[in-house]
């Protein structure tokens, strides 16, 4: 539990810190380009970092090094709260912290993602990670909304509750005990690379992880959120705040019934469902112009991105040899930043050539059409019944 509270106040110090980025960025410079210029600048770090991230989590105490990336995003929340005190704030200085910020997920994504199955047994390894993507819902719903409500009295005060909540996430982690045992060998450039080795080898896996990028990336609008706030459907920052919460609020919804009635069967057919789904609400949500249609289009997206979330981390967990989780984990959140943070700025790029809601229409096409390809590309991942099935061997390292 210590570590579902960390993560719960990280997650939402996380949500309130980009939320407030973002916004500031979107007042400071009014550019779409811009606000994908934050996405690409924190992904381009976690690209570089891949292989040394993988390495350091699995050969050191991986909640020492969860607890040493929230310490860092403290004093990285203490700095835009000094600077926007003292009326400093610029665009060069969000950029360059927006590089930081994807330094420290580098590692902070792997760590996180290689701990829970540390804490849990494999048995109940489905049950504990909807249980835990529930609680980050909960969080990313209440960050966003809290965040949009301190936005509103500045964004000093904003940055300095992320202060808070980053230490007290640091505190608890240093707080977790397991016992964590280094793989066998020295470091050599075989180890480095024994996590791309292992997911290019297993096609389930490989299958698992790029659906998640192909998908989010053509089509998240999260990056897009301040100008339908600010331009499109004229809610302002509280408004944004309810939008970036409205995917969460579905989340949550979906995880709290996946905690209690866990997929068993036809994972493959319904994991692929899910992100047509997922595909399907973008294009509503990007043609709306009525505030409640647009967070009930986000709100049923974050449903179905739940169910695919939850199946790929379970597989790709369940795949993967203790020993090698730290560094499949940073492969599996390179794909994952390349999702989220590439997917912002290939939205605010083609938001800036097409229009914003041209963007979002033509990504949440794009979705369905990767849906409808990964049934023929990963035959074994679309034919997947069951998610536990026998552990495979890890390449050697």
Known sequence: MRLWYARLAGTAGSQMLLLAVGWQMYDLTGSAWDLGLIGLLQFLPALLLVLVAGHVVDRHQRARVLALCLVCQAVIAALLCAASLQGAMRREWLLLLSVALGSLRAFQMPAQQALTPSLVPAEVLPRALAFSSGGMQAAVIAGPALGGALYVGGAPMNYGVCTLLFLAASMLCVTIRYRHVPPAGGASIAALFA???????????????????????????????PIYARDVLQVGPLGLGLLRAAPAAGALVMSL????????????????????????????FGWSTDFALSLTMLAVGGAA???????????????????????????NAVFIGASNQLGEFESGATAAWLGPVESVVLGGVGTCLVAAAWWRLFPDLARRDRLVASAPRAPDA
Do not use: C
Not at 258 to 274: F, K, M, N, Q, Y
Not at 306 to 330: C, F, H, K, Y
């Open 257 to 284: 019934a996946l905690s209690r009635w866990p997929i068993e069967r036809r994972t493959g057919h319904r994991l692929l469902a899910a992100v047509a789904v997922y595909g399907m609400t973008t294009v509503v």
């Open 195 to 225: 996590g791309l080795r292992f997911v290019a080898q297993h096609k389930v896996v490989l299958g698992a992880v790029s659906l998640d990028l192909f998908a989010v990336l053509l089509g998240g609008a999260t990056a897009l959120l």
């Open 305 to 331: 991105d739940m169910v695919s979330v939850v199946i790929r981390q379970t597989l790709v967990q369940l795949e993967t040899p203790n020993d090698m989780r730290g560094r499949v984990s940073a492969v």
